[in-house]
């Protein structure tokens, strides 16, 4: 079994950067295909960056230039570097297994999230 231990939001101003973390105890991250996600109020979950087994990334939105996942397979753990942060950027992030694309269903069960708060 999977834990998925989200950490790293806070509040930001807009333009500022955060890094999310998202180590993980039971699998390997390397084996599988890794994604962030995040869910605004009033709104559905939405995959904001994807990366694959074999190290390809991807971002649906318009997220190309200022976000960027990774992986460092030796620390078990996806990061998710988030820069010039924008207010529309406000919303719970979480990471999961099993997909690198929108359109994919996620293997793990949800962890918690963390909290991204950009505002002035």
């Known amino acids: 079994q999977v834990q998925l231990a989200e950490s790293g939001g806070g509040l930001v101003q807009p333009g500022g950067s955060l890094r999310l973390s998202c180590p993980a105890s039971?699998?390997?991250?390397?084996?599988?295909?890794m994604a962030w996600y995040r869910q605004a109020p009033g709104k559905e979950r939405e995959l904001v960056a994807g990366?694959?087994?074999?190290?390809?990334?991807n971002y649906p939105g318009s997220l190309k230039d200022r976000f960027t996942i990774s992986r460092d397979s030796a620390k078990n753990t996806v990061y998710l570097q988030m820069n010039n942060l924008k207010p529309e950027d406000t919303a719970v992030y979480f990471c999961n297994y099993g997909c690198a694309i929108s359109k994919c269903r996620p293997i793990s069960p949800w962890g918690q999230g963390t909290q991204v708060t950009v505002s002035s």
């Open positions: 039971g699998r390997l991250l390397r084996a599988y295909d």
């Open positions: 990366i694959t087994t074999v190290g390809r990334t």
